[in-house]
């Protein structure tokens, strides 16, 4: 426990680090740690109490930087969108929602090629009703998740602030969704007693963090600062998607396998113990297959297989896909481990 706190502890001061520097993230770039110390469904709530810490200390710390008009185009927006994140968070897994999230962040790889000229020449700041839609999406992203972090940077970068105003402007639109997240999550009994220890481990690096960084920003320049910001971003995803892809792979138990013979090649893709089968045959094409019960059967079908049930111990049934087709049946009928097959 106490060596789990240290280490997270030295981890968060680099990840807010990190974060104030790129003007975002450090909550994405926990995610993955904390998914190895805690069950998802907790995650939400030990990440919270660390950024609302976090955005408190760097609206302290930087402050004549907000942009008060951006604040008052996104928190109205955002509040009722966290709500209803945090409602979700019961119905929705989370780790499909990371791994949506981790796509969009590699999506970003463009923006760090770009050159110094062509970012200029392509940097259109968005319309004032864009910063509501992105409170409403922050708000509902951050009650599910946690997090907010890097997943709207590029928003943010295009609005023509500098690095001092991002870093304070997103502490002041933050704070007032963690603050709440918190309350909903108490409410609906979201936490523990392991989120609660690493969250204030979380809470107490990232003021550390906050305090610090100031001596650091004055030294980047405003291109550099936005390479740093999309290069974060596009690593993050890269570990969000390496970490949640194997959980979601682990958790739904999905598996690939594949069989090749000089007529057909079969891979077989199993998710949440249902099988789907994609065949290829020389003279058939391609063709997709995936098992089905009897009580799926057309009423003409369900009368062959009550047929084919007195005269067999087993039957197995898959429906077949096939590009241009009608979707047909195949049946695998044992009798004394013998198998027969009959395709209708």
Not at 44 to 52: D, I, Q, R
Not at 125 to 145: D, E, H, M, N, R
Not at 156 to 177: D, S
């Amino acid at each position: 426990m106490i060596l789990k706190l240290v280490l997270l502890f030295i981890g968060t001061i680099a990840a807010f680090w990190i974060s104030a520097i790129c003007g975002g993230g450090a909550s994405l770039i926990l995610i993955p740690v904390l998914n190895l110390l805690l069950p998802t469904s907790v995650v939400p709530f030990s990440l919270t109490v660390g950024t609302f810490t976090s955005s408190a200390s760097r609206i302290v710390v930087f402050k004549k930087h907000i942009d008060w008009k951006i604040f008052f185009w996104f928190v109205p927006f955002s509040i009722p969108a966290v709500l209803l994140g945090a409602y979700l968070i019961k119905y929705i897994n989370p780790n499909y929602l990371q791994l949506i999230v981790a796509l969009f962040l590699i999506g970003n790889i463009p923006q760090l090629l770009k050159g110094k000229n062509k970012e200029a020449q392509n940097e259109k700041p968005y319309p004032k009703f864009v910063l509501g839609i992105i409170g409403f999406l922050a708000g509902f992203v951050s009650g599910i998740t946690g997090a907010i972090g890097l997943l709207f940077n590029r928003f943010y970068l295009k609005l023509g602030l500098t690095k001092e105003e991002i870093v304070a402007t997103r502490a002041a639109n933050e704070v007032f969704l963690h603050f709440i997240k918190l309350i909903i999550y108490f409410a609906l009994g979201l936490y523990s007693d392991m989120a609660l220890w690493l969250g204030l481990a979380i809470a107490v690096a990232s003021i550390v963090s906050s305090f610090t960084v100031k001596y650091i920003l004055p030294y980047l320049s405003e291109h550099l600062f936005k390479k740093i910001g999309y290069g974060a971003m596009v690593v993050s995803g890269i570990v969000l998607f390496t970490g949640t892809s194997g959980k979601i792979i682990k958790q739904d138990k999905i598996a690939f396998s594949t069989i090749h013979n000089r007529k057909k090649d079969e891979a077989m893709i199993t998710w949440r113990n249902t099988d789907l089968v994609l065949e290829y045959t020389v003279d058939g094409g391609l063709e997709i297959e995936r098992p089905v019960t009897h009580n799926e059967l057309p009423p003409n079908l369900k009368e062959k297989y009550a047929d084919l049930k007195l005269n067999y111990d087993t039957i197995y049934i898959e429906k077949v896909f096939t590009f241009r087709k009608e979707p047909s049946y195949e049946f695998y009928c044992y009798k004394n481990n013998q198998l027969t097959k009959f395709v209708l």
